[in-house]
């Protein structure tokens, strides 16, 4: 078994793994508060505007919409806001929609131009007399009035829409969308598939399907996916999490990663499974419960896996390219029950120097960031404790990296859709986005 251990049970001190490094922390209100709108739910960072500032765009499925806020700094939100829903621009005093428009978000350059475009997820839109089928929107500007929607040519119950990511996976330098159908029927198994839309993106553009590749009931093959050129050949590949999979050694819902590199091809994948996969883990240890992948770095969430006999303790687990073994595990230098850590993961570098820093999140009642430092990797991480007063139960559930302020490191954009606004009435699950900074 290729397994390395991060765990360093021989440190000197406690001390050195109860690191909590000051940080900076600003709060992204929902600007259009509602009752279960899930504000946070989905983020991402983008330019669509050109002006150089960054933009962050937020999902909220509850209500149906995602919005750009405009110009984000650590000292806030400098600019203003669009609201958007399926029928293009929209507005705070329009009612709620039920498609989970928002349910997730990719930022990225699709068509050549200097402007970013967004991509939005929509998991329970009809397509005709089909409930739950799900469809993509393309938006081309946060004013576009006629998104552009993507669609299964054959469309099924198949929630297409879960996850969404942009990537150049056929080398010719535009942008293509990846998104992930978790409920598609494969064999007569409701086990999950992902469609790739090959840009230039016309009325119907090209589209290869990827079925889950041992499929199961329940499979999910696609419930998250993440994009990096992990054997650093140019072509980006995609990574797919396979949730409700049974591993090779049969162990049902274990979970599997796949790994497929560019030009994709469904026959051609690299597995990434449990290193201590554990029929104990009941009822399921989530393994790729979140992927996140850059450069050569592929993370894997696996938060209600149990560790030195800790119920839901949870852990992360990380391989690099190009080979992607040994799978070596990160477990919570101080487990505790129902920590939940590998809720969410993100590579990125924030320490602040050239090497990539690997991060997970610690979702249970001690909510926390957990840092590797790119450079020692195998060393004891950096807690993030300080993490802001009445988060949600589903805190960083939208989870990404992204250079706000010039240079240095990266800010880490969390989003806190179970947020309550004044309690559980109106205010409740309203959301919110808040970045944090490492000192």
């Given at each position: 078994?290729?397994l390395?251990?991060i765990l360093?049970?021989?440190?000197?001190?406690?001390?050195?793994?109860g690191?909590?490094?000051g940080?900076?922390a600003?709060?992204l209100?929902?600007p259009c508060?509602?009752?279960?709108?899930y504000?946070?739910?989905a983020?991402c960072?983008l330019d669509?505007?050109?002006?150089?500032g960054s933009?962050v765009?937020?999902?909220?499925?509850?209500?149906?919409?995602a919005?750009?806020l405009?110009?984000?700094?650590?000292?806030?939100?400098q600019?203003g806001?669009?609201?958007l829903?399926?029928?293009?621009?929209?507005?705070c005093?329009?009612?709620?929609y039920t498609?989970?428009?928002?349910?997730?978000?990719?930022g990225?350059?699709?068509?050549g131009?200097?402007?970013?475009?967004?991509?939005?997820g929509v998991?329970?839109a009809?397509?005709?007399?089909?409930?739950?089928?799900?469809?993509?929107y393309?938006?081309r500007?946060?004013?576009?009035?006629?998104?552009?929607l993507?669609?299964?040519?054959?469309?099924t119950p198949?929630?297409?829409?879960v996850s969404?990511?942009?990537g150049d996976?056929?080398?010719?330098?535009?942008?293509?969308v990846?998104?992930s159908?978790p409920?598609?029927d494969?064999?007569?198994?409701?086990a999950g598939?992902?469609?790739?839309?090959?840009?230039?993106?016309?009325?119907?553009p090209?589209?290869?399907?990827l079925p889950n590749?041992?499929p199961v009931?329940?499979?999910?093959?696609?419930?998250?996916l993440?994009?990096a050129?992990t054997?650093?050949?140019g072509?980006?590949?995609?990574v797919?999490?396979?949730?409700?999979?049974?591993?090779?050694?049969g162990i049902?819902v274990?979970?599997q990663?796949?790994?497929?590199?560019?030009?994709?091809?469904?026959?051609?994948?690299?597995?990434?499974?449990?290193?201590?996969?554990?029929?104990g883990?009941?009822?399921?240890?989530?393994?790729?419960m979140?992927v996140a992948?850059r450069?050569e770095?592929?993370?894997?969430g696996a938060n209600?896996k149990d560790?030195?006999?800790i119920h839901?303790a949870?852990?992360?687990?990380s391989a690099?390219?190009p080979s992607?073994v040994p799978?070596?595990?990160?477990?919570?230098?101080?487990p505790?029950?129902?920590?939940?850590?590998?809720?969410r993961?993100?590579?990125?570098?924030v320490?602040?120097?050239p090497?990539l820093?690997l991060?997970f999140v610690?979702?249970?009642?001690?909510?926390?960031?957990?840092?590797?430092?790119?450079?020692?990797?195998?060393?004891?991480?950096?807690?993030l404790?300080?993490?802001?007063?009445?988060?949600g139960?589903h805190?960083a559930?939208?989870f990404?990296?992204a250079?706000l302020?010039?240079?240095?490191?990266?800010e880490?954009?969390v989003?806190?859709p179970?947020y309550?606004?004044?309690?559980?009435?109106?205010?409740?699950?309203v959301?919110?986005v808040?970045?944090y900074?490492y000192?």
């Amino acid at each position: 078994m290729h397994l390395r251990e991060i765990l360093l049970l021989a440190a000197p001190a406690a001390a050195a793994f109860g690191q909590s490094p000051g940080h900076n922390a600003v709060i992204l209100d929902n600007p259009c508060p509602k009752k279960q709108a899930y504000f946070g739910h989905a983020v991402c960072v983008l330019d669509m505007d050109g002006s150089g500032g960054s933009e962050v765009a937020v999902g909220a499925f509850g209500a149906g919409r995602a919005y750009i806020l405009h110009d984000v700094t650590l000292a806030g939100r400098q600019g203003g806001f669009e609201v958007l829903s399926a029928l293009g621009q929209d507005s705070c005093t329009a009612a709620q929609y039920t498609d989970q428009f928002g349910y997730d978000l990719a930022g990225g350059n699709l068509d050549g131009d200097p402007l970013d475009e967004l991509v939005v997820g929509v998991p329970f839109a009809s397509v005709g007399p089909v409930e739950r089928a799900g469809v993509v929107y393309i938006f081309r500007d946060a004013t576009d009035p006629t998104p552009l929607l993507l669609r299964a040519l054959d469309p099924t119950p198949a929630w297409l829409g879960v996850s969404v990511v942009v990537g150049d996976f056929d080398g010719d330098g535009l942008g293509d969308v990846a998104a992930s159908a978790p409920k598609a029927d494969v064999g007569g198994f409701q086990a999950g598939a992902v469609y790739i839309f090959f840009g230039p993106f016309g009325s119907v553009p090209r589209t290869v399907v990827l079925p889950n590749p041992a499929p199961v009931d329940n499979g999910n093959f696609g419930n998250h996916l993440a994009v990096a050129d992990t054997n650093l050949d140019g072509l980006d590949d995609l990574v797919v999490g396979a949730i409700g999979n049974a591993n090779t050694a049969g162990i049902p819902v274990a979970g599997q990663v796949y790994v497929y590199p560019g030009p994709i091809a469904p026959s051609q994948f690299l597995l990434i499974e449990d290193p201590l996969p554990d029929a104990g883990d009941l009822p399921a240890p989530r393994f790729a419960m979140h992927v996140a992948a850059r450069g050569e770095w592929v993370l894997v969430g696996a938060n209600r896996k149990d560790w030195l006999g800790i119920h839901d303790a949870g852990m992360g687990f990380s391989a690099r390219g190009p080979s992607l073994v040994p799978v070596d595990l990160h477990p919570h230098p101080f487990p505790g029950p129902s920590d939940y850590m590998g809720f969410r993961c993100v590579v990125a570098d924030v320490v602040g120097d050239p090497a990539l820093d690997l991060t997970f999140v610690v979702m249970g009642s001690r909510r926390e960031l957990v840092t590797w430092d790119g450079n020692t990797p195998y060393g004891p991480p950096v807690r993030l404790r300080r993490i802001l007063p009445r988060s949600g139960d589903h805190f960083a559930n939208g989870f990404v990296a992204a250079q706000l302020v010039a240079g240095g490191r990266e800010e880490l954009v969390v989003g806190d859709p179970t947020y309550d606004l004044g309690g559980t009435g109106a205010g409740k699950d309203v959301g919110r986005v808040v970045v944090y900074s490492y000192e």
